[in-house]
Antibody, heavy 116, light 110 residues
């Protein structure tokens, strides 16, 4: 079954860290770029970061630059998002999504709540 | 300030046709922005409808179509159905490793 499954969300205090994972199955993960996209409660979608198919290129939004790091392990068909120095405004559902110029396959998301 | 613009809300009658647009605060949208469209209902993950301006994603009915209209990307729904009532988002590739979503359009079918 072609799918992406996120995990690792939870409740964390401001300033702390969290690592999200996205497990891919049913397709050649190593041939696709992958995005992280988030959605704050009651708000629209926000692009967070992208990593190229081989991990050689990473891009991130200004809102997370210097705090979040995207990475991947193609041997494990898994994407990661290391989130440091978390802020209340990082509270959101985090989705991973496949492809490069657009997103053609989405996971169901994992919820991150940053609160004291 | 919103770089990518969408109508905040739109209404269509069942069986009717509606065109949602995706523009830039400054400039024109072209195919070089790889405009894509997503449908989302509350509590659900987004569903890809259209990518690269006008390519329908697998399983998407042909009553959904994408195009460039004037200086904007457009999503047209023909023969609107009740379950088309959703939020619709576009995203544009801004170049230099940056993607920006529009604020979304809440479509009501009534």
């Amino acid at each position: 079954q072609v799918q992406l499954v996120e995990s690792g969300g939870g409740v964390v205090q401001p300033g702390r860290s969290l690592r999200l994972s996205c497990a891919a199955s049913g397709f050649a993960f190593a041939t696709y770029g992958v995005h992280w996209v988030r959605q704050a409660p009651g708000k629209g979608l926000e692009w967070v970061a992208l990593i190229s198919y081989d991990g050689s290129t990473q891009y991130s939004a200004d809102s997370v630059k210097g705090r979040f790091t995207i990475s991947r392990d193609n041997s494990k068909n898994t994407l990661y998002l290391q989130m440091n120095s978390l802020r209340v405004e990082d509270t959101a559902v985090y989705y991973c999504a496949r492809n490069y110029y657009y997103m053609d396959l989405w996971g169901k998301g994992t919820t991150v709540t940053v609160s004291s | 300030q919103t770089v990518v613009t969408q109508e905040p809300s739109f209404s269509v009658s069942p069986g009717g046709t509606v065109t949602l647009t995706c523009g830039l605060r400054s400039g024109s949208v072209s195919t070089s922005y790889y405009p894509s469209w997503y449908q989302q209902t509350p509590g659900q993950a987004p569903r890809t409808l259209i990518y690269s301006t006008n390519t329908r994603s697998s399983g998407v009915p042909d009553r959904f179509s994408g195009s460039i209209l004037g200086n904007k990307a457009a999503l047209t729904i023909t023969g609107a159905q009740a379950d088309d009532e959703s939020d619709y988002y576009c995203v544009l590739y801004m170049g230099r490793g940056s993607w920006v979503f529009g604020g979304g359009t809440k479509l009501t079918v009534l």
